[in-house]
């Protein structure tokens, strides 16, 4: 791994101790990534029923963002792990989620949309060195899929990290032909984001 890994950092590995995993669920041989810059190059690259369903989520739902060490950072941040025991259930120790709340000083980017003024899906960022990871993301039970909060969730956080001058988001691996329907369909929702396989991911951009 290169020296700018967040999954090469003693962090990472603390975080996999928690979880019981003995294998880093993040590397694969090849990871989709997408490149970070211009809204209006990034907006290109997405693909047309991604566009069309942020324009929709758009009309009735909000995005906020917290980065860094902040109350709202950390209210955010209590948000979406609330969300995230609604949709999943309690599929990972508390540590996880400690460890996680405790990223948010240094490289934790949560991302809440809101409809109504209720709080109805939830992503959290890694953010390390150059770029960004795309680490968790839930949705409450009760809200609407067709909304598109996803979808706008995500681009919010492209704009972000952007501006922020992050050049990357490694959206995870991309699965190979032993992956299951569910796999290929969440890879299939990345690549409309304009994200690219990257063969033995060492993202280096200059």
Known sequence: ??????????????????????HDPHVG??????????????????????????????RSVDVRSAPGDTRSGRHLFALYRELHLLANGAVRPDETFRLMASW????????????HGFPIA??????????????????HPEADPKIGAAHLLLWSAMYDLAERGYRW???????????????????HFKRGFGAERIENWRWELS
């Open 1 to 22: 791994m290169s020296e700018g890994w967040f999954f090469a950092t003693p962090e990472w590995q603390a975080y996999l101790a928690a979880y019981g995993r003995a």
């Open 29 to 58: 041989r090849a990871n989709l990534v997408v490149r970070l810059g211009d809204e209006r190059e990034m907006w290109r690259h997405m693909r047309k029923g991604h566009q069309a369903a942020i324009r929709v989520a758009a």
């Open 104 to 115: 948010v000083p240094r490289f934790g980017q949560v991302e809440i949309a809101y409809q």
């Open 122 to 139: 939830a992503a959290y960022f890694i953010t390390y060195a150059g770029g960004a990871y795309y680490a968790s993301a839930a949705r």
């Open 169 to 187: 988001l490694d959206m995870g691996p991309d699965p190979d032909g032993s992956a299951s329907d569910k796999e290929r369909s969440v890879a």
